[in-house]
């Protein structure tokens, strides 16, 4: 039986021979200063997308983003920064440690107080980084 890859781990295998030697020779020339117009038009064409309200249009701009997270991310491991894999584990720390409604034994009556506790939360990590 043929072992099939996973979309994401394939988009992240397409980056990296993008910017592999045998690759694209524009993808491989960007940086993460050169990248950023790019980022700031496909945010800006997300959101333009979800006041259309056109439910494929939406798709197709978020993979647009998801691309530019794999690429600098790319870039990054490219670097010995970080990788996908690291952002990601990141990235559901976070989700945990602000969920704690979901994860701990924080009880909360609405919305509301899941936000207040979301910014308590954003803060007290901010103050323990500095």
């Known amino acids: 039986m043929k072992k099939t890859r996973s979309p994401f781990n394939e988009l992240v295998r ?40 056109d439910p ?9 983003i998801l691309l ?24 559901t720390r976070k989700l945990k440690r602000r969920h704690p409604h979901v994860f701990g034994k924080v009880k909360v009556k609405n919305a509301a107080e899941v936000v207040r506790n979301w910014h308590t939360i954003k803060r007290q990590e901010k103050i323990r980084k500095s």
């Open 56 to 64: 494929l249009h939406l798709q197709e701009e978020l993979g647009d």
């Open 68 to 91: 530019q997270v794999v690429f600098h991310a790319q870039i990054a491991r490219e670097n010995k920064e970080f990788d996908i894999n690291d952002v990601i584990r990141g990235l």
């Open 14 to 53: 397409i980056m990296a021979l993008l910017r592999s030697p045998q690759g694209c020779p524009w993808d491989k020339h960007q940086t993460h200063q050169t990248l950023k117009k790019y980022l700031r038009e496909e945010t800006r064409e997300t959101l333009e997308a979800i006041n259309e309200g």
